[in-house]
């Protein structure tokens, strides 16, 4: 049985007066045992958030491929690690398309995390055009096949189907579409590593909230979510975590 999984991405948002919100998140946590729950806030936050909340699972937002170098503006696995991060997100659709990250910068920094110890979530998904084109599911079998490291083990590792086109636009797509693609990015995984392909967590996010949680935590090989905006306060994240504690039970 895969455990269910909730992670919240503050994205470029948040100060130190926001890390009162994770006072609540934290306890709701624990209020729900049956589920993980951890937080990516900004790296300026990281050193803050993992010593004000010492339960929670703080993660990074993104890192670099390379341990050092000549890389203005870039923080290393270590880098986050050594400030508190366990875990790290990589491929977020929103640098592979504002950054031009290409699957092969986003499978170095999955490599590079394992390498320092971190876990990873690593993004995958369509835009809306090549949804409109039908390509969806090639899309996301070509990101896996090109991103995921081959030693990837559900011990340190989560995939997270996330449609660029339903990131902060309050559109989601059906549920038969979710458990399509979750289900087409199982068999890739398969392909890939094995067996330890099943015990590896699938999360999807885009436009997650406490009113659809539920029923997009009970669509088949949804082992989670990757929730954005809705993070930002307890008031809309912890009823997310209390919608997934239920899916689970």
């Known amino acids: 049985m895969r455990r269910k999984l909730v992670t919240g991405n503050w994205k470029m948002n948040g100060s130190r007066a926001a890390l009162a919100e994770l006072d609540a998140i934290a306890a709701a946590a624990e209020a729900h045992p049956l589920v993980d729950v951890a937080v990516a806030v900004p790296a300026t936050l990281i050193a803050l958030a993992a010593e004000r909340v010492p339960t929670l699972p703080i993660g990074a937002q993104d890192i670099h491929g390379n341990d050092a170098g000549a890389h203005t503006g870039c923080v290393s696995a270590a880098m986050v690690k050594e400030a508190g991060a366990c875990f790290t997100i990589v491929g977020h659709s929103e640098r592979r398309g504002d950054q031009g990250e290409t699957s092969q910068d986003v499978w170095a920094k999955a490599a590079a995390a394992h390498r320092h ?69 199982r068999a890739k995984l398969r392909m890939l590593v094995g067996a330890a392909a099943d015990g590896i967590r699938i999360l999807y996010g885009g436009s997650v909230t406490g009113a659809n949680a539920a029923e997009i935590l009970a669509t088949p090989d949804v082992d989670g979510a990757l929730v954005g905006g809705a993070s930002l306060t307890a008031a809309k994240f912890v009823p997310i975590i209390e919608a997934v504690s239920l899916a689970r039970i």
């Open 117 to 185: 110890g971190l876990n990873v979530i690593l993004c995958v998904g369509e835009t809306e055009a090549e949804r409109d084109a039908g390509r969806a599911a090639r899309v996301v079998q070509a990101q896996i096949e090109k991103s995921v490291p081959d030693e990837a083990r559900p011990d340190w590792f989560t995939l997270a189907y996330e449609p660029r086109w339903a990131i902060g636009t309050g559109r989601t797509p059906t549920m038969d579409e979710i458990a399509e693609i979750h289900a087409i990015a």
